[in-house]
Nanobody, 121 residues
């Protein structure tokens, strides 16, 4: 199973970026997908998560600015980030909690490799 992220980069304050994450491989079912971020010198923190029931949770710091969406048919998740601030600068990681065909009783968490988002003028 692989999670491949794309869409990071350098953007000015107030700008927008859209991150994508595609899960591939032998997957029985994806239970939830989400995004975390880690800024230099800080702990990794949750940005947004969506369960199979389409329930979304956002960190307070991004509410109203970031929008998380999922395309279940493509095993892909998106993070639309608007009104970006320098404090949003971090490496963003995609996660997926999923079940594999070889043992559907266990849920595994997979991480993407991370994509850098830098907000600076």
């Amino acid at each position: 199973v692989q999670l491949v992220e794309s869409g990071g980069g350098l953007v000015q304050p107030g700008g927008s970026l859209r991150l994508s994450c595609a899960a591939s491989g032998s997957i029985f079912r994806i239970e939830s997908m989400g995004w975390y971020r880690q800024a230099p010198g800080k702990q990794r923190e949750l940005v947004a998560v969506a369960t199979g029931g389409d329930l979304r949770n956002y960190a307070d710091s991004v509410k109203g600015r970031f929008t998380f969406s999922r395309d279940n048919a493509k095993n892909t998740t998106y993070l639309q980030m608007n009104s970006l601030e320098p404090e949003d600068t971090a490496v963003y990681y995609c996660t997926a909690d999923l079940k594999l065909p070889r043992n559907t009783r266990i849920t595994y968490r997979y991480w993407g490799q991370g994509t850098q988002v830098t907000v600076s003028s």
